[in-house]
């Protein structure tokens, strides 16, 4: 039996090691602390987030779009810097005054990889309000690639699945 | 034939627009009629159902249509909705079927709308129903370029005479390669916004420097995009072009420089050029040299809720729109333009795109100031440039003397009036086509 409970105590530690991780990620996001978030990702980073259909049960696997198709998001790390870089402008009106966010993080599983990394996916709800009445729920999944980093980890891929198909914001203007 | 209306909602001598046309519940439902009833709408591409039997789900306004290839690759626009008691026959967004089949009682039509099985067609039926005229409602159906058209109206003239001039420069842009277009897309989302502010706004180059001040100085400095600056607008050498219903922006180009396309940075634009160079024997051959080399698409609409090539502002109520963001890339470019180009289209446009977001808000309040008690007695004003625009000895169309411009968003409106007055197409002025379409592109690609 001993075997066993080791490897669950490891499986504990390093779940408990992640969702500190994402628990600050999400106050990062929440707090506007948007230059400190994107150290969070690696400079190889793919911000990914494609289009989910309605397709028949005998077409499931049509209804995520792949990379190569028409994406919401396909961002890299200098996409990602001059999103942020452009909220600072003051002329950022999508985001100016900004949203009022609140992210939470859940249903969290790891699957470490032969090379170190780890393959994470967790569930989202992020409620997003914005100027006098506006707001919206975002549902949807993480399926990230966590880097093991000198003091922690970094996220190398990361995939954002929503749950709406078609989109009831306004416009997609906050980071999930 | 519709009843006459009068509609006069913008005087041409001042600009000023009666802002009740963006929120008034009658003028939608005149427009549905009138407008959306009549015109040639874009609602798909070819490239979006490229086999026999694949279908792509779309809409004619409010209308659900199914977009089909049959069998044997012919092409319709089914209006979604089953004959017996109104049921969509079809809930996917796209995918590959023969037949659709309504979920309440099960009549089944094939794929080229007409109607193949009715469950207890003797037994309950005592086979007295008319079947071949059963079949799912269908438009006329013709394409530009791949672009799939459809209207509800007998009496339109051809696609062909609805485009007009306006397809000289549009083939600077859909035409150029013998390889045709690829769609991808679409990114689709709901904005609380009239769908004309969206279709006009594609003429508005007044806007860029302040609505999208920041997203083009982080391009500047990051990708080496242009800074579109106000001195830059209104040093443009663009042109700004009403066209046969169609608002037109073209760059007036004799510098050998690619299309300003989304996607062009300082990293890709030795690949951007080199195409361009590779590939402007054959645009010269398709377009003929003035248009290959001199006349480059820039923003646009097509009437009526065309956007900026195959986009399209789909009317969802008074106040509501829904937006279908595509990417229409050239079929036969290499990967690394591509994929430049798709990346580019998803961080400047769609529902994330850094231009599109700040776009929402302003359109929004433009709609919603429609609304309240003293701020809709209150006129948009259109008078920038009034009495500055004409004929040109190589354009078409009504040409603005300048870039900056509110001509095309001006008469923009009043084709809406000519519409929303109409009796039928009769009453629907048309331009002769008098452009020289040099080169071998045609309708057909």
């Known amino acids: 039996m001993k075997p066993k409970s080791a490897t669950a105590a490891a499986q504990q530690a390093l779940w408990f090691e992640l969702m500190q991780f994402y628990i600050r990620e999400a106050w990062l996001l929440d707090e506007r602390r948007l230059g400190e978030w994107l150290d969070l990702f690696t400079d190889d980073v793919l911000y990914f987030m494609p289009r989910r259909k309605n397709v028949l049960r005998r077409e499931l696997h049509r209804e995520i779009t792949e990379r190569g198709d028409l994406a919401i998001l396909e961002e890299d790390k200098r996409y990602l810097e001059m999103r942020v870089a452009r909220l600072d402008s003051g002329m950022a009106w999508a985001e100016d005054p900004p949203s009022r966010t609140r992210h939470l993080v859940g249903n969290l599983i790891a699957t470490p990889l032969a090379n170190g990394e780890v393959e994470v996916k967790t569930a989202f709800l992020v409620y997003r309000s914005h100027l006098e009445t506006d707001h919206q729920l975002l549902s949807g999944c993480r399926e990230d690639v966590l880097r093991p980093v000198e003091g922690g980890w970094k996220i190398a891929k990361r995939t954002i699945v929503l749950d709406a198909n078609v989109l009831l914001d306004k416009n997609l203007s906050v980071f999930l | ?445």
Not at chain 2, 40 to 48: A, P, R, T, Y
Not at chain 2, 165 to 190: C, E, I, Q, S
Not at chain 2, 277 to 302: C, F, Y
């Open chain 2, 1 to 445: 034939m519709e009843a006459a209306r009068n509609y006069a909602i913008i005087d041409p001598a001042t600009g000023k627009i009666d802002r009740r046309i963006f929120s008034d519940q009658a003028v939608y439902d005149d427009e549905m009629e009138r407008i959306f009833g009549r015109a040639w709408l874009m609602i798909g591409h070819e490239s979006l159902v490229p086999e026999p039997d694949d279908f792509f789900h779309t809409y004619m306004g409010e209308d659900p249509v199914i977009l089909t290839r049959d069998g044997e690759g012919r092409l319709h626009a089914l209006l979604n909705m089953c004959r017996h008691r109104g049921n969509r026959v079809c809930r996917a967004d796209d995918g590959n079927a023969k037949r659709f089949m309504c979920t309440y009682h099960g009549w089944t039509y094939r794929n080229d709308g007409s109607l193949e099985h009715v469950p207890g067609e003797s037994e309950a039926y005592y086979d007295a129903l008319d079947r071949p005229k059963l079949g799912l409602i269908q438009a006329r159906v013709e394409t530009y370029a791949g672009i799939v058209f459809a209207t509800w109206a007998e009496d339109a003239p051809s696609l062909e005479a609805y485009l007009g001039d306006a397809r000289w420069y549009l083939d600077t842009a859909f035409n150029r390669r013998d390889g045709g277009m690829l769609a991808l897309g679409p990114v689709k989302w709901l904005e609380p916004v009239n769908w004309k502010t969206m279709v006009d706004n594609c003429s508005d180059n007044y806007h860029v420097p302040t609505s999208h001040l920041s997203s083009a100085r982080v391009q500047s400095r990051w990708l080496g995009r242009p800074r579109l600056s106000h001195e830059d607008q209104f040093a443009s050498p663009n042109r700004h072009v009403f066209v046969n219903g169609h608002s037109i922006t073209f760059r007036e180009a004799d510098d050998n420089a690619p299309r300003y396309v989304h996607g062009i940075s300082n990293d890709t634009f030795k690949a951007f050029q080199d195409y361009h160079d590779a590939t402007m024997p054959e645009a010269e051959r398709r377009l003929g040299a003035l248009r290959a080399r001199k006349v480059q698409l820039g923003n646009h609409s097509i009437f009526p809720n065309g956007i900026l090539g195959f986009r399209l502002a789909l009317p969802r109520g008074p106040l509501k729109t829904e937006f279908w963001h595509f990417a229409l890339l050239e079929k036969d470019a290499p990967e690394e333009i591509k994929r430049a180009m798709r990346v580019g289209s998803q961080a400047n446009n769609g529902a994330a795109g850094l231009f599109e977001q700040d776009d929402v808000d302003n359109w929004r309040q433009v709609t919603e100031a429609s609304t309240s008690r003293l701020a809709r007695r209150l006129p948009q004003d259109l008078s920038m440039g009034i009495g500055h625009a004409g004929t040109h000895p190589d354009f078409p169309g009504v040409v603005s003397e300048r870039y900056i411009s509110e001509n095309n968003q001006r008469l923009f409106y009043r084709r809406w009036e000519e519409f929303m007055n109409a009796e039928s197409w009769a009453d629907i002025a048309l331009d002769p086509i008098k452009a020289r379409f040099d080169g071998t592109a045609t309708m057909r690609g």
